[in-house]
């Protein structure tokens, strides 16, 4: 076995743990956004140390932003600069690529942006061609990484994107709406068409961008209007922990009949994925919530409930995929088309390693079908993780069960939770 990989410790006794989780990576990649359009001094408390915000971090720095760190607390001094042209390497982060194609077509300088290669292979045509509708020139591969950027984009009252392969492209759009610090308003409305898709994400960029004095609002089910008559505030912000990050210690806490109290992350949130812990609660877990905390208390016996819709909670959907064969009847997971296009295929590359391991699974464009499957029948097996830290800290589940599991490689999680196998071995 080479160092990167790691055999996953089997779980054998129930556990009770106290948990602060990472800073929500979703709130912070967010808040450094808007710090690169704010002037003045902003102190962000809680940002986790993570490969997507240090790479967004780097990133900042080069558009300019003065930064320090010192540990999870990170003080940014804002506007970027917009005139020098730049490169800019994202690394392996979708979500802060999006946010930083949309801050690039505010500068009239030329900004290059290149990543990792599965970085490359996940398009940002939707965002591209929003931002090309408002003036912005931009050269790529059908959206696609490599691309470069040359704004600004011009003012307009309104304007569209579809948003059934991502919100991440509204949330970019939505956090640009108005415009540099000291500058004036792009826009005051956005118009969705398509299926709408992790809605939930939207609704958390409208609440960080309230925290820091602009307020937007739905006005029906595709429109969102925005009152850019100011410029984010400097401020002081506090990040709770990551809503998704709690899925994977929650979901051990339920099929080992455990209890976890999750320190930093309560019914205050507004991170969609907090309602996984719904899901759990259908499975016969105990959930108790105040405003700052969250305990899960697993049940003695998993239930079962057929099928749901995952369509609001994408980045949970890997865990629930990971837990379903412990069940004891088939569990079909339906709303899972944006799973496509994620780090990996996160409808089909965990498919294709369950049957490797000797789980029934079928799949269609937009859901999965996994049969219950006996934990002393699942094959030894090496995870394929396709660079996916989802992969490896959902599988860790079957792999808390069996012992038989071997991540390809431990290091991946690094990308949102580097803390992750330390956390785990709590709970041995």
Known sequence: MNNNQ??????ERPFNVELELPGSKSIALRQLAMS??????????????????????????????????????????????????????????????????????????????????????????????ALQKLGCRIDSSDGHLPLTV????????????DGSLSSQY?????????GIANGEAIFEKITIEGK????????????????????????????????????????????????????????????HE?????TNLGSNTHQGDYRFFEVLERLGAGVIRDQSSTLIVGPRQLAAFGSIDMQDMPDVALTLIALAPLLNEELSISGLSSLHHKECDRLECPADEMLKMGIGVTTTSDSIHIQPTSVEKLNDHKLATYHDHRMAMAFSLLGS????????????????????????????
Not at 219 to 234: F, L, M, Q
Request: aromatic share 6%.
């Open 196 to 255: 709408l898709v992790s809605k939930p994400y939207i609704d958390i960029t409208i609440s960080e961008m309230g925290k820091r004095g602009v307020n937007a609002r739905w006005e029906g089910a595709r429109s969102i209007s925005i009152n850019t008559s100011k410029g984010y505030e400097a401020t002081n912000i506090t990040i709770e922990g990551d809503a998704t990050a709690a899925s994977y210690g929650a979901s051990l806490a339920c099929i």
């Open 170 to 178: 509204i949330t970019a759009l939505l956090l640009i709406s108005c």
């Open 150 to 161: 040359r704004g600004p984009i011009q003012q307009t009252r309104a304007l569209s994107i």
């Open 36 to 129: 690169a359009l704010t002037e003045g001094t902003t102190t962000l408390e809680g940002v986790p140390v993570c490969d997507d915000t240090d790479a967004m971090l780097e990133c900042l720095q080069r558009l300019g932003l003065s930064i320090s760190q010192n540990n999870t607390t990170v003080t940014i001094i804002g506007p970027m600069n917009l005139v020098d042209d730049v490169a800019i390497n994202p690394r392996m982060s979708g979500a802060s690529t999006r946010l930083l194609i949309a801050l690039a077509a505010l500068r009239s300088g030329e900004t290059l942006i290149d990543g990792h290669e599965s970085l490359r292979a996940r398009t940002n045509r939707p965002l591209v061609s």
């Open 6 to 11: 790691y055999l996953i410790p089997k779980i």
């Open 258 to 262: 455990g209890q976890i109290r999750f």
């Open 401 to 428: 069960k069996t012992g038989r599991i071997t991540v390809d490689d431990k290091s991946v999680v690094d990308k949102t939770y580097p803390e992750y196998w330390n956390d785990y071995q709590k709970f041995l």
